[in-house]
């Protein structure tokens, strides 16, 4: 199994690391039992622009990648562009990823999901969308 | 990166100078085929035959008990599958194992269930020593085999070999030992140890990989596992792999000269459990002495074992871990799983396997670029936050 330079740069370096204290929009993905688990925190601002974002992860190296890329994907974003991103467009940002570490991807994808779904809680906006990547994982064995 | 440490030895072991120096005239002059019988084979004979007694010699056992195989796999393989066939017609079709055997182990037993037999999977205690109440009630006239590790590959256990040898006699069973992470690690003397049967693999040791062997007492019977030539007095086809038996040869005879030197071995393996664990929410993984003497395996919570190898790699430090997320499998370590561990804690595992070519400062070095490796990866989890805060409230 061999990560790409550009996951190994992301992880080593990841972007976007911290909290955001009384973030409009936190979401949490994954369980500890799998190996995986990130929060993410958007800052949104009154035109619906993530004017910052911040993840916390415990998982591989492929999971802080994943969590970083995301980050960098959607800031500066609309929530509305935020909820396109997804798992595929994750791994092509990061020259792709080993096989068993697409969930990598499709958790990062639901991480920013579940934290505009927050954010739409909060303000009393209906959730529209889907909380989970429509991405079928390949059969982990 | 200052410095380079290899602390993965149990994994494999680079081939040492001595060893590669006796192999490398089976490769300049004798190349022959110890079959033939001709000069150039009666030559590899007898380099052959000399390495056997050799071998014979390390372990106190006779030359016609050892077997060259190609590896530690096909060794076990060959015991369980050859063990429970030949017992099959003496209406013995049950076998018993742990739960922490290594998967050469494990699925070789999987195999035999589809094929009929039923195994018994004994657990063990919180350290990783076979519950031996627990083996003694599966033991029956029914058991084929008795199939216990010497030492557990992950935490460094150490089984009682000698008394589970003794049930399973008592019982009528066979008892064959995966001994490929003890030999050159704990002294081993078949005259004086009854198991039927025990499994090495040279490249644990100094020799190449590509190199096994199983040995078979005198008047134990197994099934063939591959038919081909006269080879292994007829238990065994294939060519010998005369360079690799002589390398294995000369490993096995270094390591028992070795032996000594292991306590200094254990201290360095001490020190760093001792430095390891003070790191706070750590916890040492396997019995505090009774364990190989180069084995370290520490728990750290809320971090997880690959990001933590490939931090370490960066450090220039060669480790394992028995994390989900370091295997193609994605499921943590079932031996984590059978001592006690649970799933999310199993994932922040550090194996550490150190051999005599470590050094003290080596450990010095470990114990230096652990600790940050783990604060780093706490400071960006999740959990580590959750953990952070509970203590504040308290």
Redesign the interface.
């Known amino acids: 199994?061999q990560y790409s330079e550009k996951v190994?740069d992301h992880?080593?370096h990841?972007r976007n690391?911290g909290?955001i204290e009384n973030a409009q929009g936190v979401g949490?993905v994954g369980?500890?039992?799998?190996?995986?688990?990130?929060?993410m925190y958007l800052e949104i601002d009154e035109n619906d622009v993530i004017t910052d974002c911040k993840?916390?992860?415990?998982?591989?190296?492929?999971?802080?990648a994943t969590s970083s890329m995301a980050t960098e994907l959607i800031k500066g974003h609309t929530v509305k562009e935020a909820l396109t991103l997804t798992n595929k467009a994750v791994v092509e940002a990061l020259d792709g990823l080993p096989p068993?570490k697409i969930h990598c991807s499709v958790l990062a994808e639901e991480a920013v999901k579940s934290a505009v779904a927050d954010y739409y809680k909060k303000i009393g906006r209906p959730i529209d969308f889907n909380m989970e990547s429509d991405t079928v994982v390949p059969e982990?064995? | 990166m200052d410095r380079f440490v290899y602390a993965d030895n149990a994994a494999t072991t680079p081939v040492s100078a001595e060893v590669f120096e006796a192999m490398k005239p089976c490769f300049e002059t004798v190349w022959g085929n110890p079959s033939s019988l001709h000069t150039k084979g009666r030559e590899a004979k007898k380099v052959l035959d000399d390495a056997r007694a050799r071998i014979a010699n390390v372990f106190s056992c006779r030359p016609d008990e050892v077997y060259f195989t190609s590896c530690g796999s096909e060794s076990d393989n060959w015991a369980i599958k050859g063990a429970a066939h030949r017992m099959k017609a003496k209406g013995r079709t049950h076998i018993v194992t742990t739960k922490i055997e290594h998967h050469a182990v494990l699925y070789t037993c999987q195999a035999l269930e589809k094929e009929g037999f039923t195994v018994t999977y004994v657990g063990v205690d919180g350290d990783g020593v076979v519950n031996m109440d627990e083996l003694k009630a599966a033991v029956d006239d029914k058991t084929a085999l008795v199939a216990v590790m010497y030492a557990n590959n992950e935490i460094g256990t150490v089984e009682p070999i000698a008394e589970i040898t003794e049930i399973a006699h008592a019982a009528g069973a066979l008892m064959f030992t995966d001994a490929v992470q003890a030999v050159g690690n704990v002294p081993i003397d078949l005259s004086q140890l009854k198991v039927d049967m025990l499994s090495l693999s040279g490249h644990k040791l100094h020799a190449p990989k590509g190199i096994g062997m199983l040995f078979i007492r005198k008047g134990v019977f197994i099934d063939n596992l591959i038919d081909g030539g006269g080879q292994e007095r007829r238990k065994r086809g294939g060519t010998e792999n005369i360079p690799y038996i002589v390398g294995l040869a000369k490993a096995l005879e270094v390591a028992k000269e070795q032996l000594p030197d292991l306590t200094r071995v254990a201290a360095m393996r001490d020190r760093l459990i001792e430095g390891l664990t003070k790191i706070p929410y750590s916890k040492l993984n396997g019995h505090r002495t009774n364990r190989l003497p180069g084995n370290v395996n520490v728990g750290f919570e809320?971090?997880?074992?690959?990001?933590m190898l490939?931090?370490l790699d960066?450090e220039g430090i060669c480790a394992s871990t028995g994390?989900?997320?370091?295997s193609?499998?994605?499921e943590?370590s079932h031996v984590l799983l059978a001592i006690g561990v649970p799933?999310?804690k199993a994932?922040g595992s550090l194996r550490l396997s150190i051999s005599h070519e470590t050094t003290d400062a080596d450990i010095d070095y470990i114990l230096e670029k652990v600790p940050p490796v783990v604060a780093r990866l706490r400071?960006?989890?999740?959990?580590?936050?959750n953990v952070q805060k509970s203590n504040v409230n308290q």
């Open positions: 199994m190994m992880f080593m990841p690391v909290e949490v369980n500890a039992k799998c190996g995986d688990i990130m929060k993840f916390k992860t415990f998982g591989c190296g492929a999971a802080i068993v982990e064995k | 809320c971090i997880e074992g690959e990001s490939l931090l960066m994390s989900a997320c370091s193609e499998s994605l943590p799933h999310e994932h400071d960006m989890s999740p959990l580590w936050e």
